[in-house]
């Protein structure tokens, strides 16, 4: 039914880039508030990116205008593009649907930064 699929995660360098997808299915990317998360080992699940109904970004400090998310509502899929990767960013990233009274979250995808 509603579910979410992340893609695009790996390995690079740091100072490298790297985009991440999430197909959303069951559900209009375009209609609903979509954001992205990650966690890294041991750490608390962090709030990375969000983009609203009207096309509106807003980012966690850490980013620095490193990232940027965006959506395809032709393809139903909202990305994160990333830049100037640092081993901090080193974590699974997840991405949301976030509804009204329920969350639908991905499987996330593995980003790995080396130094």
């Known amino acids: 039914q509603v579910h979410v699929v992340e893609s695009g995660g790996g390995l690079v360098q740091a100072g490298g880039s790297l985009s991440l997808s999430c197909e959303a299915s069951?559900?209009?990317?375009?209609?609903?508030?979509m954001a992205w998360y990650r966690q890294a080992t041991g750490k608390e699940r962090e709030f990375v990116a969000i983009?609203?109904?009207?096309?509106?970004?807003k980012y966690a400090d850490f980013v620095k205008g490193r990232f940027t998310i965006s959506r395809d509502n032709v393809k139903n899929t909202v990305y994160l593009q990333m830049s100037n990767l640092q081993s901090e960013d080193t974590a699974v990233y997840y991405c949301?649907?976030?509804?009204?009274?329920?969350?639908?979250w991905g499987q996330g995808t593995q980003v790995t930064v080396s130094s």
């Open positions: 069951g559900i209009s990317a375009r209609d609903n508030v």
């Open positions: 983009i609203t109904v009207d096309g509106t970004a």
């Open positions: 949301t649907v976030h509804q009204r009274y329920n969350d639908i």
